[in-house]
């Protein structure tokens, strides 16, 4: 298994993202626990990006329970019809929120945090958990995130079984 990961440190989101996915098909080709690669998906997301905090909820028992992150302590548990994860989960939609204060509902899992992306994984038609990412700026997240993450979600469904 690769120890490393390889980005340009000064490039745009989108290039670093197609350095990116390569390295993740690999990285989760070579594993099959999903803990293990939900895990390091988090550490590289984190390590390429900085991003404040990101990681997974997994849908369990009706609601959405944390799984691997990186990042500040987090809220464990979210119901599917509140907050940014909840709207994910719920309409099947990748959901960039640019201002978490504006948006009704959203759960402050920490101060800091000033915007959000939230992309939903599925197995088969079944939406089964959400990639949750954080930012201390406002408006950080763009297309080429969702893109990007989206890219990486569907590497993650391939390789990774819920439930
Ligand atoms: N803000 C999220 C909760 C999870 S934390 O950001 C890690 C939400 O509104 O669903």
């Not at 550490?43 to 028992?61: H, S, T």
């Not at 939609?93 to 959000?116: K, N, W």
């Not at 959400?130 to 391939?158: K, P, Q, T, W, Y």
């Amino acid at each position: 298994m690769a120890e490393s990961i390889a980005f340009s440190k000064s490039a745009d989101r989108a290039t670093v993202y197609a350095e990116l996915v390569p390295q993740v098909e690999a990285l989760l080709s070579g594993e099959t626990d999903t803990i293990a690669n939900l895990a390091n998906v988090a550490a590289v997301l984190k390590e390429a990006f900085g991003f404040f905090w990101v990681g997974f909820y997994i849908a369990k028992d009706g609601e959405l329970v944390l799984g691997p992150f990186q990042g500040p302590l987090a809220c464990t548990r979210i119901a599917f019809d509140k907050g940014v994860c909840g709207h994910a989960y719920s309409t099947r939609e990748t959901v960039i929120v640019p201002d978490v204060d504006a948006f009704p509902g959203h759960i402050a899992c920490s101060s800091a945090a000033r915007s959000e992306i939230v992309v939903p994984i599925f197995s088969g038609e079944q939406a089964v958990a959400v990639l949750d990412v954080d930012s201390d700026r406002l408006a950080d997240f763009s297309e080429a995130d969702s893109a990007g993450l989206n890219a990486i979600v569907r590497i993650i469904e391939r390789h990774c079984s819920f439930g």
